[in-house]
């Protein structure tokens, strides 16, 4: 039996969807709602209706884009995708939307991941990144608490995404994380003077949260 888990708002999933396999042909419909956040997490549909919190959750999202498209771009690795593309791993069962993404060129040289052409409503492109990435970001709201530390950790290492970056802006000072995969599961990596070293990119990270002159958070991701 499908198991449904819905934080807020209203979502309607159509009988048909009982599975993994068809949860992916739902998702290809004219009928898969355009808002919100839908997860197919082994097992289970997951869904957040809520709208997203401006300081804790999509400034912190802007800057990790900003830093990481800024990186990427200069040392040409690969590409970093914000939040808005799908990735499906077939073997693991998980389909959703990171906040973001970076997949390098090896990893799709390699195969290990590939580019899913749209289909009905979203044909004429590519709109889905389905294998291994090689880093997922997940920035904690008041509704994915139990998502992103628990169920997304623990399918992130069943897939065998390399690292996994947690941020957690709700309070200040932030918490930043930043989870290597092990044989074990994921091991989270020492911090030096709050800097994170990422073996993926070969760079070191660090997450800082000053106060505008509105008395609101302005977040900075430093990269060495």
């Known amino acids: 039996?499908?198991?449904?888990?819905?934080?807020?708002?209203?979502?309607?999933?159509?009988?048909?969807?009982?599975?993994?396999e068809s949860f992916l042909r739902w998702?290809?419909?004219?009928?898969?709602?355009e808002e919100g956040r839908i997860w197919f997490i082994r097992g289970g549909v997951w869904a957040d209706m809520t709208m997203e919190q401006v300081f804790s959750h999509n400034q912190v999202k802007g800057e990790i884009t900003r830093a990481m498209m800024t990186l990427v771009k200069v040392t040409k690795s690969g590409r970093f995708f914000p939040d808005g593309?799908?990735?499906?791993?077939?073997p693991a069962e998980l389909s959703g939307v990171p906040e973001?993404?970076?997949?390098?060129f090896d990893t799709l040289r390699?195969?290990?991941?590939?580019?899913?052409?749209?289909?009905?409503?979203?044909?004429?492109?590519?709109?889905?990144l389905e294998g291994i990435p090689d880093i997922a970001i997940e920035v904690v709201?008041?509704?994915?608490?139990d998502k992103d530390t628990e169920w997304l950790q623990k399918a992130y290492w069943e897939v065998g995404i390399p690292e996994y970056w947690l941020i957690d802006a709700r309070r200040l000072p932030l918490t930043f994380d930043l989870y290597r995969h092990s044989s074990k599961g994921y091991t989270p990596a020492?911090?030096?003077?709050?800097w994170l070293k990422s073996a993926v990119l070969g760079k070191s990270f660090r997450l800082t949260a000053a106060t505008n002159g509105l008395g609101h958070p302005d977040?900075?991701?430093?990269?060495?």
């Open 1 to 20: 039996m499908l198991t449904v888990v819905s934080d807020g708002g209203m979502l309607t999933i159509p009988p048909w969807v009982v599975d993994f």
């Open 27 to 33: 998702c290809d419909s004219d009928d898969f709602p």
């Open 85 to 90: 593309l799908r990735i499906t791993n077939l």
């Open 100 to 104: 973001g993404t970076y997949v390098s």
């Open 110 to 128: 390699a195969g290990r991941a590939r580019y899913v052409e749209g289909k009905g409503k979203d044909a004429g492109g590519y709109t889905q």
């Open 141 to 145: 709201s008041l509704s994915s608490v």
């Open 190 to 194: 020492r911090k030096s003077g709050g």
């Open 219 to 224: 977040y900075t991701l430093e990269v060495r």
